[in-house]
């Protein structure tokens, strides 16, 4: 019997604390999610350690579609600095452990979904485990969700090639998108701020993670 509370504390003691993530919001959000859930069985007994999990596999031509390892995950969320006050648009839920996590840093979560059994499948995780302030919704990602615009904060939950416009024009006055942007270990994370009609971009640092469908050049690479 895996003792999965034992290896949550080991997983943020050795691969989130050590990545300079000192965020007590944060931290305590990745001790609480059970990540094994959002997996399928047959990967719960790996669940914790440092990598990406497949949770569907790539179609032909497309990229599959993983939960993202813990550090670089927790290192962004770390970036996007949500607090309670916060409405959130995550893009490319998958399973729905980022939103579970989102959930306990926001007041409230927009998570969307293109694939309709990824989409299934958080809603039915997140409702079972409470985390009732997400609403699970279905889309194309690089389109966002205008229906709820303007957002907080708008996270993208995998690597992109670009940043599209619409996305961008949800965010609310002074709101910020973190992304991770390019493709391979040459990806660096990003943090988009909108000013009036304007947009910031700063760069803080590299990381590699799976690509999310849709969003153009990225889908003409192989992982």
Same mark, same amino acid.
């Given at each position: 019997m895996i003792d999965f509370e034992a290896a949550?504390?080991?997983?943020?003691?050795?691969?989130?604390? %050590? %990545?300079?993530?000192?965020?007590?919001?944060?931290?305590?959000?990745?001790?609480t999610?059970?990540?094994?859930?959002?997996? @399928?069985?047959?990967?719960? @007994?790996?669940?914790y350690i440092?990598?990406?999990?497949? $949770?569907? @596999?790539a179609p032909p031509g497309g990229v599959g579609r993983y939960v993202m390892e813990?550090?670089?995950?927790? !290192?962004?969320?770390q970036l996007a600095a949500i607090t309670k006050e916060h409405v959130v648009l995550e893009v490319g839920c998958g399973t729905g452990y980022c939103s579970a996590i989102l959930s306990l840093l926001a007041g409230s979560v927009v998570a969307l979904e293109s694939d309709a059994e990824l989409a299934a499948q958080a809603t039915s995780k997140l409702s079972?485990? =409470?985390?009732?302030?997400?609403?699970v919704v279905s889309g194309e990602l690089a389109k966002g969700y205008p229906a709820e615009a303007p957002y907080?904060? $708008?996270?993208?939950? *995998?690597?992109?090639s670009i940043v599209p416009e619409d996305l961008l024009a949800q965010l609310r006055d002074g709101g910020r998108l973190v992304a991770v942007? =390019?493709? *391979?270990?040459?990806?660096?994370?990003?943090?988009?701020?909108r000013e009036g009609g304007a947009y910031s971009e700063s760069a803080f640092f590299n990381t590699a993670v799976k690509p999310?469908?849709?969003?153009? !050049?990225?889908?003409?690479?192989v992982f």
């Amino acid at each position: 019997m895996i003792d999965f509370e034992a290896a949550r504390i080991k997983m943020v003691d050795n691969q989130i604390r %050590t %990545t300079d993530v000192t965020s007590h919001s944060i931290l305590n959000a990745f001790l609480t999610v059970p990540r094994e859930v959002f997996v @399928p069985s047959r990967l719960q @007994p790996v669940a914790y350690i440092d990598t990406d999990l497949e $949770i569907a @596999p790539a179609p032909p031509g497309g990229v599959g579609r993983y939960v993202m390892e813990p550090s670089p995950l927790a !290192k962004l969320l770390q970036l996007a600095a949500i607090t309670k006050e916060h409405v959130v648009l995550e893009v490319g839920c998958g399973t729905g452990y980022c939103s579970a996590i989102l959930s306990l840093l926001a007041g409230s979560v927009v998570a969307l979904e293109s694939d309709a059994e990824l989409a299934a499948q958080a809603t039915s995780k997140l409702s079972e485990l =409470g985390y009732d302030n997400v609403a699970v919704v279905s889309g194309e990602l690089a389109k966002g969700y205008p229906a709820e615009a303007p957002y907080d904060v $708008i996270f993208i939950n *995998g690597a992109v090639s670009i940043v599209p416009e619409d996305l961008l024009a949800q965010l609310r006055d002074g709101g910020r998108l973190v992304a991770v942007v =390019g493709t *391979g270990n040459a990806s660096l994370a990003k943090v988009f701020v909108r000013e009036g009609g304007a947009y910031s971009e700063s760069a803080f640092f590299n990381t590699a993670v799976k690509p999310l469908p849709g969003f153009g !050049k990225s889908e003409a690479f192989v992982f």
